[in-house]
């Protein structure tokens, strides 16, 4: 389970702090595929920014006895001045990978750089950059694994094999994903969170919580 408890999070703004979310309190269950709906500016990329470590609450905690990943294919954490090899060994020990030369092996087979896995990785497209973050992401076993629109990622080839992989990965893990394809969310999930005006709605049965989704947008 992932237990948000009296989260508050808003962003300073020349018009005074703008307010996400106000004292949530919210537990997200376990062992399920979820779709994260809402509009734009909902929050659903702050809420995955905060599950993931990478920014905290201004006010409350998020308790968790998983292994969360950071968001798959978010470049964030991919240093530019070094090559791809070195952003992988780099990765690979934050996250406390012990077999560094077979996780490398695997990051480097995934994204498919070729000889360019030595090179700074400013030096990179932005299509490789995301390509070696999906592969440092979905090469370490992760409890759960945040997919924000990572299916997007790269050229027709890269999408389907990042596609097939998470396919692979919801086999044994489970998946929270953000993603204005409708048809994705059904392919992957099989319950939703609706996030609207800094409230958290979770629905079992999928179809509802889209038709509640797209109730809203009418
Ligand atoms: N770093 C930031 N500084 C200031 N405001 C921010 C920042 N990040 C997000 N916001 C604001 O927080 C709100 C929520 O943004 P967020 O990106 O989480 O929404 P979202 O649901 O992911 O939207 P979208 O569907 O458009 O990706 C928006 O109003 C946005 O302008």
Redesign the pocket.
Known sequence: MISLQGVTKY?P?KLGN?Y?FKDLWFDIPEGQNIGLL??????????FRMLAGSEYPNRGQIQTNLNLSWPVALATGIHPQMSGRENTRFIGRVNGVIDLDSYEQKVRDFSELGKRYDLPVRSYSSGMRARLAFACCISINFDIYLIDEALSVGDPKFKKKARESMIEKSKKANLIM?S?DIDEIRFFCDSAIV?DKGNLDFYNDLEEAISVYQGEHR
Do not use: E, F, W
């Open positions: 962003y703004s703008q996400i809402g509009s734009n500016g909902a929050g659903k990329s702050t809420l953000v204005h996030i």
